[in-house]
């Protein structure tokens, strides 16, 4: 009854933005992301029938109301399929630090998906585990799988055509962050979603651009042609991005460090560096790029604040 | 042969974006502007059957040939109405620094509209004005014009239904400006309209919603609401911005300081301070405020860079 795994944050390449069901988590769009080595979640998941109550410790310390709430009703979702009444402990640490801003709702998640559903005795398929994930953050879906994977919107009302599926894991891309300071709290991305489709007269026309990405940056993987992946991830983050800014009221995620890293990034690629940006809802920049320039981009963002290069991440994995 | 005219620049509240008609510079949606006190251009125009060719000074220096040769293509249509031959010597004067990046062809076409059209005899209403006016620069079409004025799309072929009329004169509001620091060159506004017609998604949607952005900001004026009109203000630059920088690849006039000056902006508005964000095909700062609050504005904007405080401006007119 008690098991332990680690998750990998990822990044979303052409990017998750709008919900098609909220009960079920279900994405208006599919979406395509690099799981992200280096900015894992190790979960510990015990079910304990003399526990009164859930309870989640995060980074070593208790964690609020709202959290706890989150991962108890995911738990719950794991006991019904399980036939448990236990209440469970979980533990969980991230391995970078969540004061940067970093802190990922989708490497939480998986590894949560992965270690509840292990302690509870249930052996998951990945496609299983990935829609679970789901039930918890969209993005986490996607953290199932090691390098490039891709979630798919699916139709159905029940959500059993909404997972993510692998696409190649042995392209060894770099992503650089820098994680400009700020302390500005961003609109929660579920808010933002929402506002979003509700407000924005762009919001139509987003969902059908993303289809037409999809391809394009499945394709470009495939080939393994930077360039082409890069091209559509920038376009793709700057269309989620103009999409919420259109919002009545706007909005809007970037400080001003976030478009000075896009000025560098431009000025990079200017000077022959493959380099494209990303930015997801919040302000921190984010570079795609090669092995052989991720040195040179981490020392022309650096200035911004904090930076990592991270290579493709692993498919999260069951520890104990 | 010989007039002095004066117009002053005008920022749009509205946005313009988007031409139906590119030999016409018929605009594709409507917009909405204040004319600014203090950001004028004075144009002195001289038809002479001695001159060879037409020249240009341009706040005293010779213009260069692409200048020379949209003033002169621009003299063309007042030659043809007027029946003349004569070539011209024009001399153009901003009385606000061009080195800020504030030069505006608003103002340079509306004085010069005034200015050769009075030279070459002819005595033209506001409207046949507006109407020259706008063959050289869509928003000049709106400074021939004091106040809040409204620049209408138009709906015939040969444009003589799109042009400005003035809305409210008499309303004391305050334009701030701040010029942020930056020796970027932004992509010309005519090549960033053609380039987001062409490629952006979201470019029928900002085409529309603009529609509805000039009703409410029409109603708002008569009303003297600042808050109303402040927030569409926002809302139609944000779109704008937003149309742009959708496109493929984007379009992104925004630099670090442009954003800074959004979210000083925000927290001057959290603080109880009306002032609402705007910003050109350009990187500088625009906020709309009252009379009693401009300085305020001002001090906070200051960090950004150089900031005047400008009150309505005055229709365009001859001066000898």
């Not at 469970?88 to 970093?102: H, I, K, M, Q, W």
């Not at 302390?183 to 007269?201: F, I, N, Q, V």
């Not at 139509?204 to 091209?231: C, F, H, Y």
């Amino acid at each position: 009854m008690r098991a332990v795994a680690r998750a990998n944050t990822n990044i979303a390449l052409v990017k998750y933005w709008g919900k098609r069901d909220t009960a079920l988590n279900l994405p208006a769009v599919g979406s395509l992301s690099l799981t992200l080595d280096g900015l894992s979640t190790r979960t510990t998941v015990v079910f304990d029938g003399k526990l009164a109550a859930d309870s989640l410790l995060l980074n070593g310390a208790d964690a609020d109301e709202r959290a706890l709430g989150r991962v108890s009703k995911f738990l719950d979702l794991v006991r019904t399929r399980a036939g448990l009444i236990e209440r469970a402990r979980v533990e969980s640490v991230n391995d970078f630090p969540t004061a940067a801003g970093l802190a990922s709702s989708a490497s939480a998640f998986a590894a949560l998906a992965v270690a509840a559903t292990h302690a509870a005795g249930l052996e998951l398929s990945d496609r299983e585990l990935s829609i679970l994930a789901r039930r918890g953050s969209g993005s986490a879906a996607r953290s199932i799988f090691g390098g490039f994977s891709q979630m798919h919107r699916g139709e159905s009302a029940d959500g059993e055509d909404s997972f993510a599926e692998p696409i190649v894991t042995d392209w060894d891309v770099r992503l650089v962050i820098a994680a400009t300071m700020t302390g500005r709290k961003a609109t929660l991305s579920t808010d933002g979603m929402r506002h979003t489709a509700e407000t924005s007269p762009y919001y139509d026309a987003w969902v059908k651009m993303s289809e037409r990405d999809l391809g394009t940056a499945r394709d470009a993987i495939t080939r393994r042609d930077l360039q082409a992946l890069g091209e559509v991830t920038e376009a793709s983050c700057l269309s989620m991005h103009a999409s919420a800014m259109a919002a009545r009221p706007a909005v809007l995620y970037f400080v001003g460090a976030t478009i000075e890293g896009y000025r560098i990034i431009q000025d990079l690629r200017r000077s022959g560096v493959p380099a494209w940006f990303t930015c997801d809802a919040g302000p921190h920049v984010k570079a795609l790029t090669d092995a052989a320039h991720a040195q040179q981009v981490e020392a022309a963002l650096a200035k911004l604040g904090k930076t990592w290069i991270c290579r493709p991440g692993p498919h999260a994995e069951v520890l104990e």
